[in-house]
Each structure stands twice: as structure tokens, then as C-alpha cells.
């Protein structure tokens, strides 16, 4: 496994997290958050043997089967290569035989949840197993390290850095430093976001790159578009399309407001469903309203609404039904006060 290139920070929690974990770690969170650079910091930090099998492309349990006995160089004879349980069983042997050896298993989304015995069985040659994935579906004793945005101020230190990579001279004003603060609100703090637009300061300054941003004339780019259709192509078709219907609502929602408004067709499953298993796969987040303690609001990260709201293909009658709920909640709040 190389070495990174630039530098780290942040994440000091998450790494203590991952330390305390166990046999077995799960480490979840949005596109571009940073999962596989952090697994990579951490077992960088224990100084043992890795294997990295890279499963984004793995199609099924026995193509994610295949890839990590590539990464740990097993070849099979004929036939033996077809075989799940053969194929485990060696797998097993190899990792006992390196012992202690980290497994990481990357990028595992649309095959976590069928890991979940032979991770057990790996697991039980007293091999270290560490799985990067949206979600935490494995069928197997584990410990799941949630990964959000990073905090403001370590955003905001990771832009500067990035940022002095290709103006090495950088030193931000006040006034600049607060245009830096605003570009790392308007990409929520994700670090590939931040790791991309950093490179455009070198011709634009922190300001005009903002207005750029919210004009919506440049973005993240390429790299965290293909990450988040790497995630729509995993859900249902009632996921995606509630996630669609959801951007109508501009600053947060919660599930009342949701129900009133998704219209998903027969035999789709009901709102509270679809909305666990959307924030299940870190594509919405969840959180407190101080003044309202018993009211849990839904959030969309900007860059997963932008990409949600290119798939609702008929926003009117969402629109409508929103605009509806909310004359209705008006009214209601205005009764209740006279």
C-alpha cells in the first residue's frame, strides 16, 4: 500500500474510534467523505501487513471473492476459483498464514451485506478486517465508525492547505479567510469537495470562486459527480425517486412533512421506511432542533440534492402537494393561536 501525498487532517475521534474497535470495523458515510483515506491513515498507523482488495466494481459475492484473492496473489487451479466456500476457506488459510495482517476490504457497497460469513470465517484466523461502505448492512459481529463532514475549522484548514499546494505563497486575508469559510459551507464540508475546488484557487480568488460556486458555474467536479451516481445506481427505484421528490423542500423536513408530500405509487414502501434507509445509506443526515426537542429535521447534502434533483423528471405535482402541506400546516399554526 503507497504512502499519501499530502498531508492529513482532522479526524484524530475517528481514528481513536477505529483503535478501540475490534476484530472488525465498518466505517460508513457519504461520497467523498473521506472513508478510504481515513482507513488508509489508520492502517498506516499500526505498522502491520495490509491487503487491499478494492470490491467497487465487484458485481456479486463470488466477483468480491475473486478480487481479494488478487490482492492477496492466490491463484486457484480449474474449478477451484468457482467455488464461494473453497474460495473463502483459502482465502482464510493465506491471511492465518500473514498473520497479523489487516484485510481491507474497500469500497464494498453493493456487496456488504453477502460478506457477512466469510468475513466471519477470515475473522476467526484472528485476522484484523476493516470494510469501507455507505452503509453498515454486514451480516457479521462488528463495530460501525460513522464517518460525517469534517468540522468547519478543519475544512477550512484542509482548503488553506490545499490551496498553498498550488499558490504556495497563500497567505488569506480576514476577507479571504471568510469567502474560505463560505466555500467550505457551500460544499458541506466533504473533503473531496474541498480536495477539488482547492486546485481552481490557483486563477480565482477565494471570493470569485464563491460567486462561481453559487452561480452554479463551476463545481466540485467529475470525481464527486461519479461518486454519488456510483451511489444512486444502488437504490431502488422507490429510493431514488422518493430522494427526488424530496428536494422540493428547501431547508430540512421532517417526517410528517415527508408523508404528505412523496408520492411513490402502489405497493411502494411507506415514507418513514424510505427515509431510514436513505440516511442507512448516508445520502440524507439527520439532526437535533435545539428549540424544538422533540423534532428530528432531514437534511440533504448540497451536492447529493443537486444530483437528486436532475432525476425528478415532473417536479409540478411534487411542487404542489408541497406548496399544499405547508398552506395547510399555516393554517392549522394560525387557528391554534387564536
Keep these: 500500500m503507497g504512502a499519501e501525498h499530502t498531508s492529513f487532517v482532522g479526524r484524530e475521534a475517528e481514528l481513536a474510534a477505529l483503535d478501540d474497535a475490534g476484530e472488525v470495523v465498518v466505517v460508513t458515510g457519504p461520497a467523498g467523505v473521506g472513508k478510504s483515506r481515513l482507513v488508509g491513515r489508520w492502517v498506516e498507523s499500526m505498522g502491520r501487513a495490509t491487503a487491499r482488495a478494492d470490491l467497487g466494481a465487484a458485481r456479486d459475492l463470488e466477483d468480491a471473492l475473486r478480487r481479494v484473492a488478487r490482492a492477496l496473489s492466490l491463484r486457484f487451479g480449474p474449478g477451484d476459483g468457482d467455488r464461494v466456500e473453497r474460495v473463502v476457506e483459502r482465502v482464510g488459510e493465506v491471511l492465518a498464514s500473514r498473520a497479523p495482517i489487516v ?27 476493516a ?8 451480516e457479521a459481529p462488528h463495530r460501525a465508525v460513522s464517518l460525517a463532514p469534517l468540522g468547519r475549522p478543519e475544512a477550512l484548514a484542509l482548503l488553506i492547505d490545499r490551496a498553498r499546494r498550488v499558490r504556495p505563497d497563500f497567505q488569506p486575508s480576514e476577507a479571504q479567510r471568510r469567502s474560505l469559510e463560505a466555500l467550505v459551507e457551500r460544499v458541506d464540508a466533504i473533503p473531496l469537495a474541498v480536495e477539488l475546488i482547492a486546485p481552481r484557487l490557483r486563477l480565482l480568488s477565494p471570493a470569485r470562486l464563491l460567486a462561481r460556486l453559487e452561480a452554479g458555474r463551476t463545481g466540485p467536479g467529475d470525481a464527486l459527480r461519479d461518486a454519488l451516481d456510483r451511489s444512486f445506481e444502488l437504490l431502488s427505484p422507490w429510493e431514488r425517486d422518493a430522494l427526488a421528490q424530496c428536494t422540493v423542500f428547501r431547508d430540512g423536513f421532517d417526517v410528517e412533512a415527508a408523508e404528505a ?19 442507512d445509506q448516508s445520502l440524507l443526515r439527520t439532526e437535533s432542533v435545539p428549540e424544538l426537542p422533540d423534532e428530528v429535521r432531514v437534511r440533504f447534502f448540497g451536492a447529493v440534492r443537486e444530483r437528486a434533483a436532475e432525476t425528478l423528471c415532473d ?24
Excluded at 456487496?111 to 460469513?117: F, M, N, P, R
Excluded at 470494510?131 to 454486514?138: D, G, P, V, W
Design 103 to 129: 484485510l481491507w476490504l474497500d469500497d464494498a457497497d453493493a456487496v456488504v451485506q453477502s460478506l457477512g460469513d466469510a468475513v466471519t470465517a477470515w475473522r476467526e484466523r484472528g485476522v484484523t478486517i
Design 131 to 138: 470494510l469501507t461502505s455507505r452503509r453498515a448492512k454486514l
Design 261 to 279: 408530500v412523496l408520492d411513490l405509487g402502489e405497493g411502494a414502501p411507506d415514507a418513514l421506511t424510505l427515509l431510514e434507509s436513505l440516511v
Design 315 to 338: 417536479p409540478a405535482p411534487v411542487e404542489r402537494r408541497h406548496v399544499g402541506y405547508f398552506v395547510e400546516a399555516a393554517e392549522r399554526w394560525d387557528a391554534g393561536i387564536e
